[in-house]
Structure formats: C-alpha cells, structure tokens
C-alpha cells in the first residue's frame, strides 16, 4: 500500500469522519486536505513522520475571528501532498512540531515574525526575519490599511 493511503487510513480513524477530504483534481496543489483540531495537531505531525512524510512548509491565514495555520505535508511519491489545517484562535498558542520535524523550528519563526503566532515549547521563538525590537507581524489584517478583513465564515461560507 502507498504511503498516502496509510496515512490517509490512519488520520480517518483518529480523526472525524469529513475531517479528510480528498481533491482528486489536485487543483489546489494537495491531494488531501485535513482538518485537525489544535489538541490533535501533534498526533497527526507524528503519523505524518511515522509514514514517512516530511514538512514542506507552515503558513497561516489571518481572519477576524480566528486564524489558521496550515501545514503541507509531502513524500516522495507522485500526487501525495497533505494541507493539515488547523484552527487557532488569536489568544491561543499552538505546540512546536520541532522535535518531530527538525526543519519546523525555522518555519515556525517564520510564521512568529509574519502572522505573531507563538508555538509552546519551541526551543527558538527569536525573530526569523523581522528586526529584534519589531512590534509589529506584516501579514496580519491589522498591520497597515485594509478593507478586507473578514470572518473565516464570510470568505469559506
């Protein structure tokens, strides 16, 4: 059996049943998308090492509401890369993936400068980019002007 398919079998049984969803278009870069609560975060990254994927990138969308951060798994087989979503809310602080994925402590500073988004546990929260001293994220909707910060319910639906 593919290494996709394991994973996909495996992150249905711990998760909720429309948590996974397949994109057999692959329009949006992703084979599958998940949906993962924070508390199950850690799990899914440890399932994702387990079957033999690796972090490709962390990022995040900055809503009124909420934000949500978004992790693409990938391995090398064809059509097998994973966007684990995961919603976070502004006062909340997500678990550090670097002591499963070495290379998440960079991307996780990245998305500490850009979005202010702070991770438990990381051994380095220092500033990736930004200067020491900067009080401000840039991709957040309240840096700057903007027209268009919305509720993630008003852009998804």
Same mark, same amino acid.
């Given at each position: 059996?593919? !290494? !996709? *398919?394991?994973?996909? +079998?495996?992150?249905?049984?711990?998760? %909720?049943?429309?948590?996974?969803?397949?994109? !057999?278009?692959?329009?949006? #870069?992703?084979?599958?998308?998940?949906?993962?609560?924070?508390?199950?975060?850690?799990?899914?990254?440890?399932?994702?090492?387990?079957?033999?994927?690796?972090?490709?990138?962390? /990022? &995040?969308?900055?809503?009124?509401? /909420?934000?949500?951060?978004?992790? =693409?798994?990938?391995?090398?087989?064809?059509?097998?890369?994973?966007?684990? $979503?995961?919603?976070? #809310? =502004? *006062? +909340?602080?997500?678990?550090?993936?670097?002591?499963?994925? &070495?290379? &998440?402590?960079? +991307?996780?500073?990245?998305? $500490?400068?850009?979005?202010?988004?702070?991770?438990?546990?990381? %051994?380095?929260?220092?500033?990736?980019?930004? %200067?020491?001293?900067?009080?401000? =994220?840039?991709?957040?909707? /309240?840096?700057?002007?903007? =027209?268009?910060?919305? !509720?993630?319910?008003?852009?998804?639906?």
């Amino acid at each position: 059996m593919a !290494k !996709k *398919d394991e994973i996909i +079998q495996k992150l249905r049984t711990m998760l %909720p049943e429309d948590a996974v969803c397949a994109d !057999k278009t692959n329009k949006a #870069g992703v084979s599958f998308a998940v949906q993962v609560g924070l508390a199950r975060l850690r799990d899914a990254a440890s399932a994702m090492n387990e079957a033999g994927f690796f972090l490709e990138s962390i /990022t &995040a969308l900055d809503f009124k509401d /909420t934000q949500e951060l978004v992790y =693409h798994f990938n391995c090398y087989e064809p059509v097998s890369r994973i966007a684990v $979503r995961v919603l976070c #809310g =502004h *006062d +909340q602080v997500p678990s550090t993936l670097s002591d499963i994925f &070495a290379s &998440a402590m960079w +991307q996780e500073r990245e998305v $500490r400068d850009f979005f202010g988004i702070r991770f438990a546990d990381s %051994p380095d929260m220092r500033p990736l980019l930004l %200067p020491e001293d900067a009080d401000y =994220h840039p991709l957040k909707k /309240t840096f700057g002007v903007t =027209h268009a910060y919305l !509720k993630r319910e008003e852009i998804y639906g």
